[in-house]
């Protein structure tokens, strides 16, 4: 059975299209088009609270990967509105990736509803070189998720590896395309709000000993922070 997957889209609406008329035409054109499909199961739209850009995410929760091959998805962009194709012609950015769902699973905290996702949200791209990989997803396991767990407001983490990327579209695509291919692992975490990064136990989660060195070692370490917009789920 395939493994359940994620999409993940970075976007910047950019000097030539309005944030209203970017922000209205994914949450009533983009978004429900997708969603209509039973394979989209969950989907959501952030936008960053770090002043770093891209300013905007979406993130779709997949049945699997596979579905994104086949129709209907696959025949989208054959059948796109006037106003999309428009859009797309002015759009900035959209940086996107594909992920495989990686194990363990971790479960979430008591309570925990995947329709309504913590409010804020951080993720964290990481690459090390080979020989690292199996410490890197020891101190995962072991260490770093069961500390997250302990701290206040912490909602769920998830982890992913990273399956496919691009094309990037839009006037900044070839620059994207440039950078190469992102990072092999990605941490999506998910909070009630961005005061538990504030407090006792997230310092100490992101400052022992076994993350430094995990961080010392890294090729990259990119973290982000972003707040909830709006999520649907699949009816």
């Not at 959209?94 to 971790?106: A, K, S």
């Not at 990064?197 to 090729?219: D, I, L, N, Q, V």
Request: aromatic share 10%; net charge negative.
């Amino acid at each position: 059975m395939s493994a359940r997957g994620l999409l993940f889209v970075f976007g910047e609406s950019g000097p030539q299209l309005p944030d209203a008329e970017f922000n209205d035409w994914y949450d009533t054109e983009h978004v429900p088009l997708r969603m209509a499909i039973p394979a989209f199961r969950n989907t959501a739209r952030w936008a960053a609270i770090d002043g770093k850009r891209p300013h905007y995410l979406a993130t779709y929760d997949l049945v699997s990967c596979e579905v994104l091959d086949e129709p209907p998805y696959s025949t989208l962009a054959d059948t796109r509105s006037p106003r999309e194709t428009d859009l797309m012609r002015r759009v900035q950015l959209l940086d996107r990736r594909t992920y495989d769902v990686l194990e363990p699973v971790f479960p979430p905290a008591p309570g925990y509803d995947a329709s309504d996702p913590g409010p804020a949200l951080v993720t964290m791209e990481i690459e090390v070189d080979p020989e690292l990989e199996d410490e890197l997803n020891r101190w995962y396991e072991e260490e770093h998720v069961p500390l997250l767990a302990r701290v206040p407001g912490w909602r769920r983490t998830r982890r992913f590896v990273l399956k496919d990327a691009g094309p990037a579209k839009g006037t900044d695509g070839e620059k994207v395309k440039a950078k190469g291919r992102p990072p092999k692992y990605l941490a999506v975490h998910e909070w009630d709000s961005s005061a538990s990064w504030e407090t006792e136990e997230f310092r100490h989660a992101t400052s022992t000993p076994w993350r430094m060195k995990m961080f010392g070692s890294a090729k990259t370490w990119d973290g982000r922070r972003l707040e909830l917009l709006k999520a649907w789920e699949q009816e």
